[in-house]
């Protein structure tokens, strides 16, 4: 927190790959094997997300930030390096907050799960289904809908 303006940044490593979509244009050949890193790490930082009360509502492939290598090889084996993780926390809110606004819809389509759309709000489940649409890109290379 800046003690003068009294406001929260929040700093992360500077992401030289860029984001998810952008990488996996210039790179459509990335193997399954990076495929299910970019799963992994994103599951798993969204977990700590959730475990911190917080809910995203905006997880889209433009949203998920690479750094560092995905695999070189070593020895003859591929080794992965560097980490994908989940930016851009600008529609957060708490998933405690109680005035959860369910008229607004935030995001992009088609990472929007169904349930906000139908005025049932945003929650983890619908962090979870964004989350299942960047699943669906990276195994086919294409958007679902």
Same mark, same amino acid.
């Given at each position: 927190q800046d003690p003068i303006s009294m406001q929260y940044y929040i700093v992360t490593e500077y992401a030289e790959n860029g984001d998810l979509r952008k990488y996996l244009h210039v790179n459509p050949n990335l193997s399954w094997?990076?495929?299910l890193y970019i799963v992994w790490d994103i599951s798993l930082?969204?977990?700590?997300?959730?475990?911190?009360?917080?809910?995203?509502r905006d997880i889209h492939a433009g949203n998920i930030l690479h750094s560092g290598k995905f695999v070189h090889l070593e020895?003859?084996?591929?080794?992965?390096?560097?980490?994908? /993780?989940?930016?851009d926390f600008g529609y957060s809110m708490a998933?405690?907050?109680?005035?959860?606004?369910?008229?607004n819809i935030?995001?992009?389509?088609?990472?929007i799960a169904p349930e906000v759309f139908n005025g049932m709000g945003y929650?983890?489940?619908?962090?979870? /289904?964004?989350?299942?649409?960047?699943m669906w890109e990276l195994a086919s290379g294409k958007q679902p809908f």
């Amino acid at each position: 927190q800046d003690p003068i303006s009294m406001q929260y940044y929040i700093v992360t490593e500077y992401a030289e790959n860029g984001d998810l979509r952008k990488y996996l244009h210039v790179n459509p050949n990335l193997s399954w094997e990076n495929r299910l890193y970019i799963v992994w790490d994103i599951s798993l930082d969204l977990e700590r997300i959730h475990k911190a009360g917080l809910i995203h509502r905006d997880i889209h492939a433009g949203n998920i930030l690479h750094s560092g290598k995905f695999v070189h090889l070593e020895e003859g084996k591929e080794v992965h390096e560097g980490v994908a /993780y989940i930016s851009d926390f600008g529609y957060s809110m708490a998933a405690s907050y109680p005035h959860n606004n369910k008229e607004n819809i935030y995001g992009v389509m088609p990472y929007i799960a169904p349930e906000v759309f139908n005025g049932m709000g945003y929650s983890m489940k619908s962090d979870i /289904y964004s989350i299942g649409i960047i699943m669906w890109e990276l195994a086919s290379g294409k958007q679902p809908f």
